[in-house]
């Protein structure tokens, strides 16, 4: 089996590789300036190496053998080729909390404004190949910070975009994120408003009292909905006041095809896409320590189906934890959770690890029983 490039992406990991080796093989270099490295390049040879909107002295081009390949950087109004994932302070770059008409020039504004122009399905095949480089990027960058967890500590929360700061069901995520975070969890959501919100505030707040927590919601309590004005200066307002501890991340998966909901600053990563169909393989397929399912609608009951066919045919080598938050709205407003028990003792679903609660404690203790060592779940129910 061939094994993988190795992955370049940083001056320091260029420096450090040219220190020890005069041929360089099987490397995929990503956005690096050559130029700035401060080694004689024409003295190395450059074998079966990725070039991917580098920029580099001519004479590289001589270093360099036939199996190389070079992906030029290319002029567009969003970073086509990406060494890193999105932050508050780079997708909301030219921002100003308290000014509001710079939302619509900041960077990521700019780049939907652009994207609904050339349209969400568009024909143009220079903007799909820019497109789709970026999200190359942006999912190689999220494979590289993913790899500091295992993968069982990884835990995602679904749910309504539409959930207020003011509401109960809110301030339960908030609470239930913060716990798991503290105990070394990586909190994992859609990255948008709502209940998505909600996760990462949880785990910004990390390591704080509950009389901060309940500070930061008091201070976002007068733009309770993304359709306020003062949505992302509020949220700006508590980052400021209370830092994030930089033990503590969370990531934060949006995408422009959603583009009208702003993505949440508190996520400390973000991975924007382009494409909604990686998007959404992605916000169900990395939490393998489990999936809290909270009301919401649509999108959410996709995710559950979405969920459970990955669960059933053990896609990723094991089912996981499907964890439905709100006793009354999955068994009688909208009755999904006994569904899903009625098809799993029909055999039409197998291996569906299933729990329905109100309680936070349930939930956390469900996923931590989960993650003992070679504990053996399938096809069972539990009920709190």
Request: aromatic residues 14%.
């Amino acid at each position: 089996m061939r094994e993988n490039y190795t992955e370049v992406t940083e001056l320091f990991a260029l420096r450090q590789l040219l220190s020890h080796n005069e041929t360089i093989r099987h490397c995929a270099f990503q956005a690096i300036n050559f130029e700035k490295c401060g080694f004689p390049l024409e003295n190395y040879k450059f074998e079966d190496c990725l070039f991917m909107g580098c920029i580099f002295p001519p004479r590289m081009y001589y270093a360099m053998d036939e199996a190389c390949i070079v992906f030029p950087r290319v002029k567009m109004p969003y970073k086509v080729f990406l060494n890193k994932l999105y932050t508050a302070q780079t997708l909301y770059l030219h921002y100003k909390p308290g000014y509001h008409k710079t939302y619509y020039t900041c960077y990521d504004t700019i780049v939907y404004d652009r994207y609904m122009a050339h349209g969400k399905e568009s024909s143009d095949v220079k903007e799909t190949l820019c497109r789709a480089l970026h999200d190359h990027s942006i999912a190689s960058a999220l494979d590289q910070f993913v790899k500091d967890y295992d993968e069982k500590d990884i835990v995602a929360v679904m749910g309504g975009h539409a959930v207020k700061r003011t509401d109960p069901i809110y301030h339960q995520i908030v609470d239930i994120s913060k716990r798991l975070t503290e105990i070394g969890k990586l909190m994992v959501s859609g990255g948008g408003p709502g209940i998505m919100e909600a996760v990462h505030l949880g785990a910004w707040m990390a390591g704080r009292s509950d009389a901060e927590v309940e500070d930061a919601l008091s201070i976002l309590a007068p733009t309770p909905t993304f359709r306020e004005k003062g949505w992302l200066t509020t949220a700006w307002q508590v980052m400021d006041k209370y830092p994030r501890d930089p033990q503590y991340h969370s990531l934060g998966i949006p995408t422009w095809y959603y583009g009208h909901e702003p993505a949440t600053p508190f996520a400390s990563q973000i991975a924007k896409f382009f494409d909604n169909s990686i998007r959404e393989n992605l916000v169900i397929s990395l939490p393998k320590g489990g999936i809290i399912f909270t009301p919401g609608s649509a999108g959410t009951f996709q995710e559950i189906f979405q969920d459970a066919a990955q669960n059933h045919y053990q896609t990723l080598g094991y089912a996981s934890p499907m964890i439905f938050l709100d006793k009354k709205y999955y068994t009688d407003d909208v009755p999904l959770y006994p569904l899903l028990q009625e098809m799993q003792v029909r055999g039409r679903y197998s291996n569906l690890i299933l729990s329905i609660t109100d309680d936070t404690d349930d939930v956390i203790r469900f996923l931590m029983d989960f993650h003992r060592p070679y504990h053996q779940w399938s096809g069972q129910f539990f009920e709190y």
